[in-house]
């Protein structure tokens, strides 16, 4: 540990600025996973199109993969103006050396914090705040990071439920028809949703379905 931080102090400024962006980029790639996840609109799309599949009734159809590769592409999709924003205003002027670290925190923080509060309820804010003890913010740049990644995080959950249960209602309709006609002509051991299966699959597709989910997921922000 001495011998590093001699080497540390006795390295020119070029060394250290190359030092400090290294540990810069290894510390964003290991959170990478949690801010794609808990501080962008991935978590609203990936339940949306999950409860999708699980209305269709088709096991593993979209694969997995599918989804979640069609919910990264359109995260960077949504948030693109975001990381432009962030990469104008934080990354380049760092890298550049015309601000510091702490500066350029503040600038990357501050377009997801905006975005985060247009899309956190204001009931589950408070929730956080009351619980930490903190004061009402006055401005988005007040709020703590630390309140507002799992109310935002809350609210994008309650949001894609509410989505997912409108997009079931369709679905259980046929699946109450199928099971009650099925009833009536005395098929009760005849599993229904073998029978509705096709007919759903085929009324998603005359409806331009996914069209439409990618559509409503879009607006939604």
Not at 33 to 53: A, E
Not at 70 to 87: K, V
Not at 105 to 119: R, T, V
Not at 128 to 135: I, K, Q, R, T
Request: aromatic fraction near 12%; hydrophobic fraction near 55%; include cysteine.
């Amino acid at each position: 540990m001495n011998e590093f931080m001699e080497f540390f102090n006795n390295s020119s400024p070029d060394n250290v600025s190359t030092s400090v962006k290294l540990f810069l980029l290894l510390t964003v790639l290991s959170l990478a996973p949690s801010i794609l996840i808990l501080m962008t609109c991935f978590t609203r799309i990936i339940i949306v199109l999950s409860f999708v599949r699980s209305a269709l009734a088709t096991q593993q159809m979209p694969p997995t993969q599918v989804l979640l590769g069609l919910a990264l592409f359109l995260t960077f999709f949504i948030m693109a103006p975001i990381f432009q924003e962030i990469n104008d205003e934080a990354l380049t002027p760092l890298f550049n050396e015309e601000i510091n670290l702490e500066e350029a925190y503040d600038k990357a923080s501050l377009p997801l914090k905006e975005f985060m509060s247009e899309h956190t309820r204001q009931k589950d804010l408070e929730l956080f705040l009351n619980y930490s003890g903190a004061e009402r913010p006055k401005t988005v740049e007040d709020i703590p990071i630390t309140s507002l990644v799992p109310a935002f995080a809350l609210s994008e959950i309650k949001t894609a439920f509410q989505i997912g249960f409108m997009i079931f209602i369709p679905f259980l309709v046929i699946d109450m028809v199928v099971a009650s006609i099925l009833m009536s002509m005395g098929m009760m051991m005849l599993p229904p949703v073998m029978i509705s299966l096709p007919f759903k699959i085929l009324l998603f597709v005359l409806v331009d379905g996914w069209y439409l989910v990618i559509q409503s997921l879009l607006k939604s922000f």
